[in-house]
């Protein structure tokens, strides 16, 4: 198979890009403005869409009211789902998409509905990119910006097979088993850089396929570009572009080769991507922030990482470091970024790099060590730009790192879920006003079970409510993965964190659902929703919505939007 280095001049900064199109509202704690995620719960003008084990929901939210109102498998009429798993959805205008990993089809899918005045949703089409399974335990296979689509998917490679077999391909959904992919990258859109090529040591195993497609077509087209190299990798998108980082596997050991490690960037109006020849690993998506201001992508990185495949980020180690790498330096991937890019920074001495985060221009990481007695002990480093660097030694350790307007808050604790503010001054960054939930835990580490909403009247935005999920720890319903969570409200008010209210799922009503597909909630069955001035908890199949008061917030309503339970009809 002929590959071609790219040859392309070394990238401009793009101009800003003006999203167009109908794309909802994000009720989603998003890591960019601007750049949605798929989700299990999104917002179309008076409906809310939930996705939960293989079903799409709606719910009308109209008038003040709350009434479930449809409910659709959410894969192809007569397609055997038992092998498939639907995370994912994403909206825009009155298109509902879903994005899955189907095991007994085989690909990422991509299914797209319609969602009608009235709130009902009928199966348009079915479509598959030829890819393995992208499953991450932190990040997201897709974005939305606009109307477009974009997905990452990853594809082993076999050295035996055809190699038009492993070109980045798709397909329309026919019913038909074996139906033939559709190339949707030439070969010469297939990109590995020349030093990659000229090292007969590097791990080629993987073609890394990124794709955009129009959501709202007729007949859905995508365009995708592949770059192969290891399996590890980290992937972001920006307003801006597409990025993703490959790079040497963790186990490699100290012995590997640096070089190998590239990251590509690949501008959103453009086809062909440029590359920077780097070292380390990004811990996950949330190492990356594109910095427009001074045209480089800053990176938060370690020496002993995975990429943010499967559950590669749970096992971040080694020494760290923030590389700012100026947007001109990426070309044909033959530039390598020198040590002058990258300033050191406060590891992880034998311990683990476990959450990271930009706030504004201060990038935030939490260290977890353990002491002789085997008891963990959390470290949060505040970086900033100017070369300041403060570590806090935090009362526990710290699975949650958020922005809370100019502030930060982070959540973590063992037996207790314990929320500590960071107060993020210029030229300091100090712990404020922290709150104890006792004899808890946070039901999820997942970006999306968090959200903040600011006051409207809080001039930089650290007054506001935050929603988290959070399971009593012995009332038996805190198994990982098949939780019914409870949705915890914090206020915080001129710098004070306080309880805000609870509202609580209802015990005992689970029901038999006939679940066929994604019957583990691996993304998560509980969300806070903030929509203008309502308050909504999605907790499994339960929607409660509550009302703002003075001193917390107070159940107004309760709806179940629960299928069936089995043997009965609705």
């Known amino acids: 198979m002929m590959i071609e280095t790219p040859a392309v001049a070394v990238a401009e900064a793009s101009a800003d890009v003006v999203v167009t199109g109908s794309a909802a509202p994000s009720i989603t704690n998003v890591q960019e403005a601007g750049v949605d995620e798929g989700g299990i719960v999104k917002q179309a003008g008076d409906y809310l869409i939930i996705l939960r084990r293989g079903r799409l929901f709606t719910v009308s939210i109209a008038d003040g009211g709350l009434r479930p109102v449809d409910a659709i498998n959410a894969y192809p009429p007569g397609a055997d789902a038992a092998g498939d798993w639907y995370d994912e959805m994403l909206v825009s205008g009155d298109w509902v998409v879903v994005v899955g990993y189907s095991y007994s089809r085989g690909g990422t899918e991509i299914n797209r509905f319609r969602l009608s005045p009235q709130g009902r949703l009928s199966f348009v089409d079915a479509y598959h990119l030829r890819s393995n399974d992208y499953y991450s335990s932190r990040n997201y296979a897709s974005r939305l910006v606009g109307d477009e689509l974009i997905f990452y998917a990853p594809l082993e490679l076999y050295w035996n097979r055809d190699p038009l077999e492993v070109l980045p391909g798709m397909r329309r959904w026919t019913g038909e088993a074996d139906a ?7 070969p010469e859109q297939i990109y590995v850089p020349q030093r990659l090529r000229d090292d007969r040591t590097a791990e080629i195993t993987t073609l890394h396929t990124l794709s955009r497609c129009d959501l709202t077509a007729e007949r859905m087209t995508c365009e995708g570009v592949g770059v192969l190299g290891s399996d590890s990798r980290t992937f972001y998108v920006s307003t801006q572009a597409l990025y993703l980082w490959v790079g040497q596997d963790w186990y490699r050991g100290p012995g590997a080769q640096e070089g190998l490690s590239f990251v590509y960037r690949l501008p959103l109006a453009e086809t062909a991507p440029t590359a920077v020849q780097v070292r380390g690993q990004p811990v996950d998506q949330f190492s990356f922030r594109e910095n427009r201001a001074a045209q480089t992508l800053d990176v938060f990185v370690s020496s002993d990482g995975g990429g943010d495949a499967m559950w590669r980020p749970e096992v971040t180690r080694g020494d760290a470091a923030l590389l700012r790498l100026p947007l001109g330096l990426f070309g044909d991937g033959s530039v390598r970024a020198g ?9 992880a001495d034998g311990g683990s790099i476990d959450r990271n985060r930009w706030v504004g221009d201060r ?9 002789f ?6 470290t949060l480093v505040a970086a900033s730009l100017e070369g300041g660097v403060t570590s806090i030694a935090m009362p526990h350790v710290v699975d949650r790192i958020e922005v809370m307007g100019r502030d930060a808050l982070t959540v973590g604790g063992d037996e207790d879920v314990q929320f500590t503010t960071i107060e993020l001054d210029p030229g300091s960054a100090v712990i404020g006003d922290r709150y104890v939930l006792q004899s808890s835990q946070e039901a999820e580490e997942r970006s999306h079970a968090f959200f903040y909403s600011p006051d409207p009247d809080s001039p930089d935005g650290s007054s506001g409510v935050v929603g988290l999920p959070v399971m009593r720890s012995a009332d038996g319903r805190s198994t990982l993965f098949y939780s019914i969570a409870d949705m915890l409200f914090l206020r915080r008010e001129a710098r004070r964190l306080g309880p805000y209210g609870r509202l609580d799922s209802s015990p005992g009503t689970a029901v038999d659902d006939a679940c066929v597909a994604s019957c583990a909630d691996w993304y998560g069955n509980a969300r806070p929703i903030f929509i203008g001035d309502r308050i909504f908890a999605l907790m499994g199949y339960e929607l409660v919505e509550g009302a703002r008061e003075a001193e917390t917030v107070r ?14 009809q609705r």
């Open 339 to 347: 040590s002058e890019l990258y300033r050191e920074l406060p590891g």
């Open 363 to 371: 990038l935030l990481y939490s260290l977890r060590t353990y002491g």
């Open 373 to 378: 007695d085997g008891v963990a002990a959390g």
């Open 180 to 186: 033939k992919f559709r190339p949707i990258a030439r």
């Open 555 to 568: 159940e107004v309503g309760r709806i179940s939007f629960a299928p069936p339970a089995r043997g009965q």
